[in-house]
């Protein structure tokens, strides 16, 4: 059974040396993730209408707004999807190539290309990931915490076999992840103190140390994973 302690150290390591560019490539997958959080901010426009109502305005008046925002937030909404499925997804995959790659060995930024190689397999398969995440999180929010780690290996495993489907990436992060889950869950939260102190700095300790520490690692548990198989 692997270490916690061993596969944060591998990936500390890795990230030291080649620090500005795990900066870089964290960035972007933060990005990546705040992006996909804001493209639910469209639930708000019900309390913008609540306010409008409080502002005075007639019921024809507000049935405008309220049509407007509605329409906006329709719009947005499929903008971001388009603009994730088939620009950022590929992106995310160059990412965690380069974080995998960085294990190993030296590797560039030219990594970040990674997931356009093979665009339309990568495309589907990261979509196909999202899709049944986002069905099991609308389940209920514990299985989907749960299918979110039986997924994770799924980048890494397009990066190293970018002819697979969907859904056979999908299937190997399983069978990779069956019995590791909870044990990088811990590893998970094993960085709730640089979360913290990244949160007390606004975000200055987690660009620079904590993000692509915490991604550097998970690149190397693929690694270690990848040997136990």
């Known amino acids: 059974m692997w270490s916690i302690s061993e596969v944060k150290k591998t990936g500390r390591e890795a990230f030291k040396k080649s620090y500005w560019g795990c900066v870089v490539v964290a960035f972007f ?51 971001w999807t388009a603009v994730r499925i ?46 049944f995440l986002a069905l099991w999180f609308c389940l209920l929010f514990i299985p989907g915490v749960v299918k979110s780690y039986s997924y994770m290996m799924v980048p890494y495993i397009l990066s190293d076999n970018p002819e697979l489907k969907g859904t056979e990436a999908i299937t190997r992060s399983r069978q990779m992840m069956n019995g590791h889950k909870w044990r990088a869950f811990l590893m998970d939260l094993s960085f709730i103190g640089w979360i913290l102190l990244s949160l007390i700095t606004c975000g200055l300790v987690g660009l620079l140390y904590e993000s692509p520490y915490r991604y550097s690692a998970k690149a190397a548990l693929y690694h270690e994973l990848k040997k136990q198989a």
């Open 29 to 79: 997958l933060s990005f990546l993730t705040a992006g996909s959080a804001m493209s639910g901010s469209s639930s708000s426009i019900s309390q913008t209408s609540k306010q409008l109502e409080q502002a005075g305005l007639s019921s024809d008046e507000l049935l405008a707004v309220e049509a407007f925002l509605l329409s906006f937030g329709l719009i947005f909404t499929l903008v």
């Open 86 to 131: 088939f620009l950022l997804n590929p992106l995310e995959i160059g990412c965690q190539t380069y974080l995998k790659d960085n294990i190993t060995g030296d590797v560039s930024l030219n990594k970040l290309g990674a997931g356009f190689k093979n665009y339309k397999t990568v495309v589907l398969a990261v979509f196909l990931r999202d899709l």
